[in-house]
């Protein structure tokens, strides 16, 4: 399990007493982005293509807390940009815990072991470090355009770890990627002690760099889950709901839910999602009260929600699911307890796959051992 009890109780507390009130859209994490800059430019990030001067401002730690007021969600999520970047990020840490809120510091760990070392902060069940890794060294390395990040990364979740810190991984996953890679990249982390591990597929972000590699079918998204997710180890541990991993896997359907994760940053609230940027207003209620919902999510028609699968806007569904019949709590358990999700044909699948060319080369199309790969040969699909 990767979710420590006292959060679990807190999360389906909250979800029941929203659902006991009649409240069908509620929020369940607040993205709260204190800053957009980064000292990564990852090929694949739509999060970081803004004009010099907006890239050096910061919420102040006052606007952090009235956002996370204001919303009431249980959960507090810090992406960005980097938050170890943010001049005043122990103190926006230290209010959060002060409130109670089950905190998930996302960061690529480059700055984590100097702060850790520094005392910025302190162990607490509300506080857990969600280090981005995009799998083992060299595709991890290649994901974020800068070699050395892995080895820098395990220097940082390896001391907070032995600091007593609450630790998971954040892997967004590409076409091409190597599930039989995945799978030992699943190994690495728990080797390292985290505490969970959480996968998505990459979101087409307009402004991204790299556009060549988004998974863009639902189907060979599926698959690829299917291989990476079946058949898995005991040891490992997921910091997700049961659900949306068979969601990925394609044993599920949901509609998105984009209010379950409404994002707050330098702009206001953005509407509707963190993914998608189609305006922003000056208030939570605002932004549950004028977003034109319907508009959104795959049954809509809206293109840019067709593919989409992350967990921002389908893990919210599937929690939701599972608080809101007897059916989505067993499905739960079920998942959680007996399920070992063996499945014979995705086994064959990755045999199939380990004979096939991957990394970074071969994404790129380039010579791998004599032999010129094109990108879409290596798509993670029988």
Sequence with gaps: MGVPISQMWTVASYVVGQRLRGNKRYPLVLMLEPLLRCNLACAGCG???????????????????????????????????????????????????????????CTNALLLKEKLEAGWFTPSKYLTFSVHMDGQQEHHDFSVCRDGTYEKAVEGIRLAVEMGFRVTTNTTLFDGADPNSCRAFFDEMMDLGVEGMMVSPGYAYPKAPDQSHFLAERKRTNRLFEMILSNRKKRWRFNQSALFLEFLMGKREYECLPWGSPTFN????????????????????????????????????????????????YEPSAVDHTFSSLGGLWGTVKAMVFDANANPGAARRLEEEAEKPHGPAAMLGLTVEGKTVEAEETVGAA
């Design 266 to 313: 330098l702009f206001g609230w953005q509407k509707p999602c963190y993914l998608l940027q189609d305006g922003y207003v000056d208030t939570f209620k605002e932004l549950m009260r004028t977003t034109e919902w319907e508009g959104y999510g795959r049954a809509s028609g809206n293109t840019d929600c067709q593919q989409c699968m992350v967990h921002c806007g």
């Design 47 to 105: 999060k970081i293509q803004y004009p010099a001067h907006i890239l050096k401002r910061d919420l102040t730690p006052e606007q952090c807390f009235a956002a996370t007021e204001e919303c009431g969600a249980p959960m507090v999520s810090l992406p960005g940009g980097e938050p170890l970047l943010h001049p005043q990020i122990r103190e926006i840490v230290e209010g959060l815990v002060a409130r109670r809120k089950y905190i998930y510091l």
